[in-house]
């Protein structure tokens, strides 16, 4: 096998493609012959040693892939050899093969894309975990999404649509405003340009939205929340821009407002029951076409060092899949 192997997380350029041993499945465990492997946020920060959870060296990043059950260990049942399957294990997915504890393998239903389904639980499971467990958001509502063209962002356009919300889409370029309004965004901002209050303003006739979803914190995040309608929920689902916002408090206080944390990968582990739940009512939305990965582009994985570049550079639409064979 092969795969992007990181001994030195200093960073993507300290990644190697290199060849490996393809290990055997020990009592518990798959092994999965990748066929997709999209790109999330953390896969960059967990190579730049800026992400919560630190590996043990060395390890092989991409924390969400797709492929075909090889081989299974001992008391594995719910999977088997030649199944298609999902895996979400954290790290492992950017190479030809990976080892992953069952329990984070799902077999795909028919008519699921390797490609798609490679791109779909991260993204999508926390942007349900986010507006609908969190936010409890309701038909009507005004949603606004920030970084709204990205991974989690244009899940959030799709699953605040499917529950009948009013979206606005704020994005940094006229290009990502677009796509946002082909995904069906009600209104859209381009931050880069104007001033983010004063379009809230106009687009919510003064009552500001009733849940903000932000990916990217660092600066937007005050003039937002300063926008937010009379009980508005504030989801803190990132900081894509870098920088961690510090709020006043007096402006929670002076809009009845919440800020409102978001931690898929605990809440997963915490509450699996509810995460399967909410997973089973995705994978039906997918069947119904209500939501689906927009993919920006498929790559060969020897390219992943290049697929890097264009998410740390904010040049990503929708979702990067690394692809072999
Ligand atoms: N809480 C959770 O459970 C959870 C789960 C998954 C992901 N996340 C987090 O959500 C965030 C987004 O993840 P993603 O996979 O959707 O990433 P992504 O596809 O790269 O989207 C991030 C968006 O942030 C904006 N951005 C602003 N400044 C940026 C910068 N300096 N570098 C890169 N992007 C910048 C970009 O939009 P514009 O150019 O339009 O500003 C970009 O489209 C990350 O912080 C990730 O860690 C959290």
Redesign the pocket.
């Known amino acids: 096998m092969h795969a992007w192997l990181c001994e030195n997380p200093i960073g993507v350029e300290a990644l190697a493609w290199k060849e490996l041993p393809t290990p055997d499945p020990k009592a518990g465990e798959v092994r999965v012959a990748i066929r997709a492997a999209s790109?999330?946020?953390?896969?960059?920060?967990i190579v730049q040693n800026k992400?919560q959870m630190k590996p043990p060296l060395p390890f092989v990043p991409g924390s969400e892939y797709a492929g075909v059950v090889e081989a299974v260990g001992d008391g594995v049942a719910h999977v088997k050899v030649g199944d298609a399957v999902a895996a979400f294990g954290g790290t492992g997915g950017f190479g030809t093969h990976a080892v992953v504890n069952a329990a984070l393998v799902m077999p795909l239903p028919a008519g699921f894309p390797f490609d798609d389904a490679s791109a779909f639980v991260?993204?999508y499971a926390?942007?349900h975990?986010?507006l609908i467990d969190r936010a409890a958001l309701k038909a009507g509502e005004t949603v606004l999404v920030?970084?709204?063209?990205?991974?989690?962002?244009?899940?959030a356009i799709q699953i605040a649509k499917a529950v009948g919300a009013r979206v606005i889409a704020?994005?940094?370029?006229d290009e990502?405003c677009a796509l946002c309004r082909e995904l069906g965004a009600d209104a859209t901002i381009n931050?880069?340009s104007g001033n983010i209050r004063d379009e809230i303003k106009n687009l919510t006739g003064g009552k500001g939205p009733d849940v903000v979803y932000d990916?990217?914190?660092?600066d937007?995040a005050e003039p937002v929340f300063r926008s937010i309608a009379w009980r508005g929920r504030y989801l803190?689902?990132?900081?894509?821009?870098?920088g961690i916002p510090a709020l006043p408090w007096n402006l929670a206080l002076l809009k009845g407002a919440s800020i409102v944390?978001?931690?898929?990968?605990?809440?997963a582990r915490r509450e699996p029951k509810a995460n399967a739940k909410a997973l089973a009512e995705l994978a039906q939305w997918y069947a119904q076409g209500k939501v689906k990965p927009v993919i920006d582009s498929r790559l060969p994985m020897e390219q992943l060092p290049r697929a890097f570049e264009r998410?740390?550079?904010?040049q990503?639409?929708?979702?990067?899949v690394m692809t072999n064979g």
């Open positions: 790109l999330n946020f953390p896969d960059l920060l992400y991260l993204t926390t942007t975990h986010a920030l970084g709204a063209a990205g991974g989690v962002g244009t899940a704020a994005a940094s370029s990502k931050y880069s990916p990217v914190g660092g937007l803190v689902v990132g900081f894509a821009q870098g944390g978001v931690f898929w990968g605990e809440f998410m740390g550079t904010r990503v639409r929708g979702k990067l």
